[in-house]
């Protein structure tokens, strides 16, 4: 979600070229200090400007969790200068909350657009190769970690024993990105015309528009040959951790939605490799909501957006995927697993005091591939 003017989000990222051949996975996750451990509660959110304070750590703490997802613009660098960027990690290591979690909770990190570099950036952002050994460095993966050796740093973990495999894939939707595309605004900038249609009542979605190129994508090759390996792998629960939302439906910002061939293509990979019981969780939008889509897809698909930790949108966009209603205020992410005779799991979005906003229960016996 921007950080920029409206002007600015309207111009775009220019032409993209996509990166060389990434070194494919060899294994269906990569390790992580928890993998042993059975989790039940996995907080998560997004959006934190290092500069704010943070309060909501405290609310996340006390709930618990066994683990924490950071889902991007975990700090906002909006730069190309190596000693901002690095400013702003230290910005964040020096925030007490943070500084709790990270000493008692494990922690599993992607990026978005603010901590990849620029706002709404994507594949041709010249300094992504920083970017990466500054995020690779802050969030302390080892010389030997796979994420080094990728076009990107997606990663996928596995947690706990067969029973309570609890699989957790972290896609990167912006090393491989082509170009946005925006929409027709009748030859005005976008401010004034969004100030048009608030005038007239009605809604507002953002500049950008679906991708018309069946070549365009989110992730790149490499990564689907990836994606696909992790999907194959068996395991007790999925959760898709996306920096952007999956399914909501047009709201005319960044999104799968915009990248149609790679939308559908995610549903698909589901089904073929018989990718029972995943869900999404997502961020970027500064607003929390839940979505809902059972429509040509494998079983019905649920997106759990959290947003921000700091950061708070003023207006709600369009989303016909939409379940109830939009929480508009600091927030985090909240999974409790029932590991017991019918297993399910409910997301909660909580505010900064800790009180559940939005509330969901999904039985994992509804999330299986029908034939």
């Known amino acids: 979600m921007s950080g920029f003017s409206r002007r600015e989000l309207v111009a775009g990222v220019g032409a993209a070229s996509l990166a060389g051949a990434a070194i494919a996975a060899t294994s269906t996750g990569d390790p992580h200090k928890a993998s042993g451990k059975v989790l039940t509660r996995i907080a998560y959110g997004s959006c934190a400007k290092s500069d704010k304070k943070q309060p909501i750590w405290d609310a996340v703490l006390a709930s618990k969790p066994d683990l924490f997802i950071f889902l991007g613009d975990n700090i906002y660098a909006d730069t190309r200068d190596p000693a901002v960027m690095a400013k702003k990690y230290a910005e964040l290591a020096a925030q007490p909350g943070f500084?709790?979690?990270?000493?008692?909770?494990?922690?599993?990190?992607?990026?978005?657009?603010?901590?990849?570099?620029?706002?709404?950036?994507?594949?041709?952002?010249?300094?992504?190769?920083?970017?990466?050994?500054?995020?690779?460095?802050?969030?302390?993966?080892?010389?030997?970690?796979?994420?080094?050796?990728?076009?990107?740093?997606?990663?996928s973990y596995m947690f706990g024993p067969k029973g309570q495999r609890v699989q957790l894939i972290l896609p990167d939707l912006r090393w491989n990105r082509t170009p946005l595309t925006t929409i027709e605004l009748g030859g005005k900038d976008y401010e004034a015309w969004a100030k048009e249609r608030h005038a007239a009542g009605k809604s507002i979605p953002g500049p950008y528009a679906r991708q018309p190129e069946d070549a365009a994508t989110m992730i790149g090759e490499p990564q689907w040959t990836w994606l696909e390996e992790q999907l194959a792998a068996p395991a007790d629960f999925r959760i898709f951790g996306s920096s952007l939302q999956v399914l909501a439906d047009f709201a005319g910002w960044e999104g799968w939605v915009n990248y149609a061939r790679d939308h559908q293509r995610l549903f698909q990979a589901i089904r073929e490799k018989k990718a029972n019981n995943l869900i999404c969780i997502s961020g970027d939008t500064h607003y929390g909501e839940v979505s809902k889509l059972d429509f040509n897809t494998p079983y019905p698909i649920w997106d759990f957006t959290s947003s921000g930790l700091t950061e708070v949108w003023p207006v709600t966009p369009p989303n016909s995927r939409r379940v109830g209603e939009v929480y508009r205020a600091q927030n985090f992410g909240l999974l409790t697993m029932d590991w017991g005779a019918r297993r399910s799991v409910t997301v909660e979005v909580r505010s900064v005091d800790g009180k559940p906003q939005l509330s969901q229960q999904v039985f994992l016996d509804s999330l299986q591939v029908r034939t």
């Open 99 to 155: 500084k709790k979690l990270r000493k008692s909770v494990p922690i599993a990190a992607i990026w978005d657009d603010h901590d990849y570099g620029e706002n709404d950036a994507g594949g041709d952002y010249p300094m992504k190769e920083e970017s990466k050994r500054q995020f690779l460095e802050f969030w302390g993966e080892s010389a030997t970690s796979p994420r080094r050796a990728r076009d990107g740093i997606y990663s």
